[in-house]
């Protein structure tokens, strides 16, 4: 199979994907009364985006070896992912259904058993370190494929990902991109409350990386940065994309309590009706 063949031939609407991508989330974790659909809709238009036109993969094809690699470092928003598969022919949409239950390979945190998916992950602080060196192996291989890691704003307390930062940067990786889901809530409080992280932006170009920050709702800005990749010859990438906790229903957005609340059938029915009617049938 050659490179083109491994580029979706039509890319997708990638507004009405996300809303597709929301709507399936909430589905998934009301029926499973699990958590996590707070970050799984602050990152709905990043895999819209991703999925719909960005990544150089096929869904014939989710093992070729000229694929780009995605790893989703937040585990715990992996609806978010399952539902962008479902949604671009990776799995049967019949299959989300099975979530969280005994058995099913979908899993409540990322699994590498879904055609599609890279790498499991759950606890953080492990994607972009293990992301480094996928891309540091295509780079020693010759390879075109990239690698696009996905991490929250809360696991950059941990300093496997600082480590890897300068380990990227060291070697000079242009063939990998980190996007970072900056909804500034994590699991009981605020970023700033937990852990501080800014000034963000001049850290991560003091560690050599390129750094660009968008509204991670914007499709326009989020295609243009991933499809211009690289930006600066011999640079890691850093996407800061400013996003909202819980985006696209009214009384989950900033909420932190929607880190760990499942929404009844009726507040379920709500949320879908808000996102049908802002974005688009769900």
Not at 11 to 37: C, D, F, N, W
Not at 85 to 90: H, P
Not at 227 to 250: F, Q
């Amino acid at each position: 199979m050659k490179e083109a063949q491994v580029i979706a031939a039509r890319p997708y609407e990638t507004r009405p994907l996300a809303a597709r991508i929301r709507g399936q989330a909430l589905r998934m974790v009301t029926r499973a009364k699990a958590s996590h659909i707070g970050s799984a809709l602050s990152i709905a238009d990043i895999m819209a985006v991703l999925y719909g036109r960005a990544l150089r993969v096929h869904p014939g094809a989710p093992r070729h070896p000229e694929r780009d690699r995605f790893i989703l470092s937040k585990g715990h928003a992996c609806v978010a992912v399952y539902a962008a598969l479902a949604e671009t022919g990776f799995i049967d949409p019949a299959l989300l259904e099975t979530y969280g239950t005994d058995g099913s390979m979908l899993m409540a945190h990322i699994s590498h058993k879904v055609p599609g998916a890279e790498f499991s992950t759950g606890a953080l602080g492990h994607g972009l370190p293990f992301g480094t060196g996928k891309a540091l192996a295509a780079r020693r291989r010759g390879q075109a494929w990239r690698t696009v890691v996905l991490t929250s704003d809360g696991e950059w307390g941990e300093g496997s990902n600082w480590e890897a930062a300068l380990f990227a940067a060291h070697h000079g990786l242009d063939n990998l991109i980190c996007i970072l889901d900056y909804n500034k809530l994590q699991s009981l409080q605020t970023v700033d409350e937990t852990l501080r992280l800014e000034p963000l932006h001049s850290k991560f170009e003091a560690f050599g990386w390129a750094v660009r920050e968008v509204d991670g709702h914007d499709h326009a800005a989020l295609t243009a940065a991933l499809e211009g990749a690289p930006w600066v010859n011999g640079k890691p990438m850093m996407l800061i994309c400013h996003t909202t906790k819980g985006k696209g229903v009214s009384f989950m957005e900033n909420k932190v309590e929607w880190h760990y609340r499942n929404p009844t059938p009726e507040l379920l029915e709500a949320a879908l009706a808000e996102i049908e009617g802002v974005n688009g049938h769900a």
